[in-house]
Every structure is written in structure tokens, then in C-alpha cells.
């Protein structure tokens, strides 16, 4: 396998290449492609209200900076709560997900490392239709199994209820 070849790049405001995944509106900065395998680098719109399945790597760590809004994140056996500035790192093979708190959307850059893992992304959502987020509407759960094995990832449970909505 050849290795990659890492060479300077710019990504301005608003480009990337852009994908409606399941709720989410997220713009792919860096790939690994672009960093000689390093890292993807990828920019989150995240409506209230709303996170992935219980999830997990096997093939990258993934590491999240939140810009806006208020999220819950669980690895594992932990949880913790974070808003704007936050960092929370979550490491290969252990399942996570999260929840965006509140009535605020959440806008996050997600870190995976090495690349290779934001490409699940691109493969799992759609061209958007316009601009902001998708409409809403439930999970394609049997799609992103499907889309995950080929990223090294595996669905292990639902996602999380926001705070005060369980039950």
C-alpha cells in the first residue's frame, strides 16, 4: 500500500465537500487524502434534539471541539456535558454517541485520526437540497450499518433521549 502523501492545503469559509447525513449538515475541511493520512477534519450543523446511534470505531479515534450549543456525550460508561469551547476526545473500539441539549442547534468540528473515517460521512448522507439542514426525519439505521462496515464501525444501540425526555 503506497502512503499518502501530505501537502499544503486551504479550505475558506463555506467550502468542502458538503453532505446532508441523516439530520446533520456537515462540510468535510480535511482528508486523509489531503494530510497524508493524519487526520479528516469535519464541520457539524447539528439540529436540538438530535445524535447518532450508539456507535463505535475500530479503525480511528474521534475527537470533537464544540463551537455552539450545548451537547451530552457517553464512551463507554461515562457521560459528559459541554458547550462552546469544549474538547472531548473519544478513543477507537470504545461505543459513544451523543445528544444535542437544549432548543440550540450545535455547530462542532469532528477530528478523526488517522483519516480515512470522514469518508463514512460522504458515503452515508446525500447531496444537500438546499441550504441549511435536511428535513427532519427518523434514522436510516439499516443504511448506515451498511455504510459503516465499510469504515471499520459498527451500530451497537440507539442514541440518546435529551435530558427530561426519557421516559
Known sequence: ?????????????????????QPNRMTVKATAETTGGAFGLVESFIPAGSGPPLHVHHREDESFWVLEGRLRFR??????????GSFV???RDVPHTFIVEGDEDAHMLTLLTPGGGEGFFLDGG???EGPGLPPPGPPDVPKLQQVASLYGAEIVG????????EG
Open 75 to 84: 464512551a463507554g460508561d461515562e457521560e459528559f456535558e459541554g458547550g462552546p
Open 89 to 91: 476526545f473519544l478513543p
Open 1 to 21: 500500500m503506497k502512503a499518502l502523501e501530505a501537502h499544503a492545503s486551504f479550505s475558506a469559509p463555506g467550502e468542502g465537500e458538503t453532505t446532508w447525513f
Open 126 to 128: 446525500r447531496t444537500p
Open 158 to 165: 440507539p442514541p440518546l433521549v435529551p435530558s427530561g425526555k
